[in-house]
């Protein structure tokens, strides 16, 4: 394993519900970064935090709200999602954000809105 | 825009063949190419990491090839196994005016090994 877990592992939510993704890493690094990957197409990028400070935002829609306690841990907090934010999540992490380093992915969340 | 184009979208062999799966980019200006393996049900794993002044290198049985001028990258799988069935991603980063650099993803060639 790769040292970054999720949990949970599939989620199956309505649209007016309130769920929540985690996200752990073991690796002793700085940056942590969330990504929808849908069928069929490149990763998306959602949000990068470095030193837990959010640095980076990518036009995501305010029904996902990120939040990043300490450096170890990621969260994606979700409410009154639709539909087509049915895909799997990734977590994953590296030593820091220069374009250098590795990220390290976790296994995913593989969400279903209904 | 910068874009990565990954070909073929997917491809089946036969245990044992070898394969080449491509990776053509318009990123710019290019800073390093990652070539990552996703198993299903699993997040992705990297396989190799090249910078601009690097044409080859290699993993085991992987072999990944840039070709700075060209724009273009491969990844050779020798001697293929069933464990090699994934999706493999090409991975593109700029070389920005600060030390990040902005990934741009391709969407994936899916290899499927039959026995």
């Known amino acids: 394993e790769t040292g970054v877990t999720q949990t949970p592992r599939h989620l199956v939510m309505g649209m007016t519900n309130k769920k929540s993704l985690k996200c752990e890493q073991h690796?002793?690094?700085?940056?942590m970064y969330w990504y929808k990957q849908s069928a069929k197409k490149p990763l998306e990028l959602m949000f990068v935090?470095?030193?837990?400070?959010?640095?980076e935002n990518n036009s995501v829609p305010s029904r996902f709200s990120p939040e990043c306690p300490n450096s170890s841990h990621l969260f994606l907090h979700l409410h009154t999602l639709q539909p087509e934010d049915s895909a799997l999540y990734l977590c994953?992490?590296?030593?820091?954000?220069?374009?250098?380093?590795?990220?390290?992915f976790g296994p995913g969340t593989r969400l279903l809105v209904l | 825009k910068n874009q990565v184009e990954q070909s073929p979208q997917s491809l089946i062999i036969l245990e044992g063949k070898n394969c080449t799966l491509q990776c053509n980019y318009t990123v710019s200006p290019f800073s390093n190419l990652r070539w990552y393996k996703q198993d299903t049900g699993r997040g992705p794993v990297s396989l190799t990491i090249m910078t601009f002044s690097e044409n080859t290198k290699s993993n085991g049985r992987y072999t990944a090839t840039l070709d700075a001028d060209t724009k273009q990258s491969s990844l050779h799988i020798t001697a293929s196994q069933l464990s090699d069935s994934a999706s493999y991603i090409c991975v593109v980063s700029d070389a920005g005016g600060t030390s990040y650099g902005k990934l741009t993803f391709g969407q994936g060639t899916i290899l499927t090994v039959h026995p």
């Open positions: 935090y470095s030193l837990e400070e959010r640095v």
């Open positions: 690796l002793g690094h700085n940056a």
């Open positions: 994953a992490s590296s030593q820091s954000r220069d374009r250098g380093e590795t990220q390290y």
